[in-house]
């Protein structure tokens, strides 16, 4: 079974930060592209962060400066540091793997960040 388990969302003020965590299982992590995606209501989900296998990062404009996308091979996990929240940041952030050798993808459910004073 394959699975990305996201944590770390919850309520914090504008300003504040926040720190994503996405623990994966039962595959091999260090050969796959991680992502962050985010999805509002009414919107389009929309890619956040990407770090490949090799380490490189991508970031949307909007995103960077104040986003950092990291990664451990060691621990099978990915990072979202979340820094100068804004309410606009108030959505659902989603994990998504995929190998692009053998064309596998897959998603986390989600975890939930709301920026709200």
């Known amino acids: 079974q394959v699975h990305l388990v996201e944590s770390g969302g919850g309520l914090v003020q504008p300003g504040s930060s926040l720190r994503l965590s996405c623990a994966a299982s039962?595959?091999?992590?260090?050969?796959?592209?991680m992502s962050w995606y985010r999805q509002a209501p009414g919107k389009e989900r929309e890619l956040v962060a990407t770090i490949n296998t090799a380490g490189s990062t991508n970031y949307v404009d909007s995103m960077k400066g104040r986003f950092t996308i990291s990664r451990d091979n060691v621990k099978n996990t990915v990072y979202l540091q979340m820094n100068s929240l804004k309410p606009e940041d108030t959505t659902v952030y989603y994990c998504?793997?995929?190998?692009?050798?053998?064309?596998?993808?897959?998603w986390g459910q989600g975890t939930l960040v709301t920026v709200s004073s």
């Open positions: 039962g595959f091999i992590f260090s050969a796959y592209d």
């Open positions: 998504y793997a995929r190998n692009w050798i053998t064309s596998r993808e897959v």
